[in-house]
């Protein structure tokens, strides 16, 4: 299986702050990543696809990089609605998809 | 605009049967190019995907499950279903079924989610 690892596994920032999560997979996976939003007690939610590309309705601040196996996260401009959960997916394997542990994210 | 929602038990015993079904609306769960998956949230494991079924019937699962899932589908209630058998305390969890409609491997709508919890 690919696995995926995300750092950190927590985070606290002040609103207006740039955040950077990343994720990071145990084999080449090219641009196969996707970033999920999950907060309390909803279902995850798409934010990014193919590594870099904002799914419709998803607010500009948010940007993901990366291709291979090194990959990132960044929001550029904290808002308190940002708080949850963020996952990163791995579909490069496509009938095996993985999951990263998470990162909570907080407000300071 | 595609909606899924999961119903099934809360509760289940130890060693039993769990079965779980996902109502489609807004899209015929025999469109081209959709797939169904089925994906759970422990906290020890954080998020786990099943498996999946394809409008055909076909299926793939994760190996790890020890071949305890089927994942099903019926065209004629626009619907699809987990089975997954030998319940035990570790698949305590909350599971969503979660279509793939875009492409594959992008999970772009999902069910709200049934915690499903497993004690004798």
């Known amino acids: 299986d690919i696995k995926m690892t995300q ?3 927590s985070l606290s920032a002040s609103v207006g702050d740039r955040v950077l999560i990343t994720c990071q997979a145990s084999q080449d996976i090219r641009g196969n990543l996707n970033w999920y939003q999950q907060k309390p007690g909803k279902a995850p939610k798409l934010l990014i696809f193919d590594a870099s590309k904002l799914e419709t309705g998803v607010p500009s601040r948010f940007s993901g990089s990366g291709s291979g196996t090194d990959f990132a996260l960044t929001i550029s401009s904290l808002q308190p609605e940002d708080v949850a959960t963020y996952y990163c997916q791995q579909y490069d394997n496509l009938f095996m998809y993985t999951f990263g ?3 909570k994210l907080e407000i300071k | 605009q595609v909606q899924l929602q999961e119903s099934g038990p809360r509760l289940v015993k130890p060693s039993q049967t769990l079965s779980l079904t996902c109502t489609v609306s807004g899209v015929s769960i025999r469109r081209s190019g959709f797939y169904w998956s089925w994906i759970r949230q422990t906290a020890g494991k954080g998020l786990e995907w099943i498996g999946r079924v394809f409008a055909s019937g076909r299926s793939n699962y994760n190996p790890s499950l020890n071949s305890r899932a089927t994942v099903s589908v019926d ?10 058998t030998s319940m035990t305390d570790a698949d305590t969890a909350v599971y969503y079924c979660a279509g793939e409609g875009y492409k594959p491997g992008l999970f772009d709508t999902w069910g709200r989610g049934n915690l499903v919890s497993v004690s004798s």
Do not use: I, R, Y
Not at chain 2, 75 to 84: A, E, H, M, P
């Open chain 1, 7 to 9: 750092s950190p596994s």
């Open chain 1, 101 to 103: 542990q998470g990162t």
């Open chain 2, 75 to 84: 065209t004629s209630n626009n619907q699809f279903s987990l089975k997954l």
